[in-house]
């Protein structure tokens, strides 16, 4: 199901815990599995939740509700975009707006050339910097339009 590096990566998460408590590790192992194959598909989140002995439903409770977890197939570069108060006081809407045009899609979708998945979160912990927006792992600040096209135009 994962790979020998990744199932390994998982039994040292698991091992930062009391063996009773090995449930712990599930956000780690999440990670962990989407990294490998790209996003969280059912038969992933179980296979996670047999490894953790715990029922799969708590695997997938974790998986619902954070948003850096993807449950279905995501593009190349994943856009993360803040919508939350601070980054809406700040313009995200305007963000959105450009996003959505400049890309040819909504929040939830991915482009046709499968390059880019556009994706609405609540928040990403940089309220002083807003509006912001992580592509990948790499976060991005004080976003303009301009600024916006710029990151596009490194990534394409």
């Known amino acids: 199901m994962l790979s020998e590096q990744s199932q390994n990566e998982i039994d040292r998460e698991i091992a930062k ?3 009773e408590q090995k449930q712990a590790a599930v956000m780690a192992a999440l990670r962990i599995a989407q990294s490998e194959r790209g996003w969280l598909s059912e038969e992933i989140i179980d296979y996670v939740a047999d490894r953790l002995e715990i029922p799969s439903i708590r695997a997938a409770e974790v998986a619902t509700f954070y948003s850096m977890y993807d449950l279905q197939p995501v593009g190349r570069h994943k856009i993360s975009l803040c ?3 601070s980054c809406m006081l700040r313009g995200s809407d305007t963000i ?3 996003l959505q045009d400049r890309l ?3 929040m939830g979708e991915t482009t046709k050339d499968g390059k880019f998945t556009l994706k609405e979160v609540e928040c990403l912990a940089a309220c002083g910097g807003a509006p912001m927006m992580q592509v990948d792992d790499e976060y991005f600040e004080n976003l303009t339009p301009e600024r916006v096209d710029e990151i596009l135009a490194e990534l394409e």
């Open 17 to 19: 815990y009391p063996p």
């Open 96 to 98: 959105v707006k450009h």
């Open 104 to 106: 040819d899609i909504r």
């Open 83 to 85: 919508t939350n108060i």
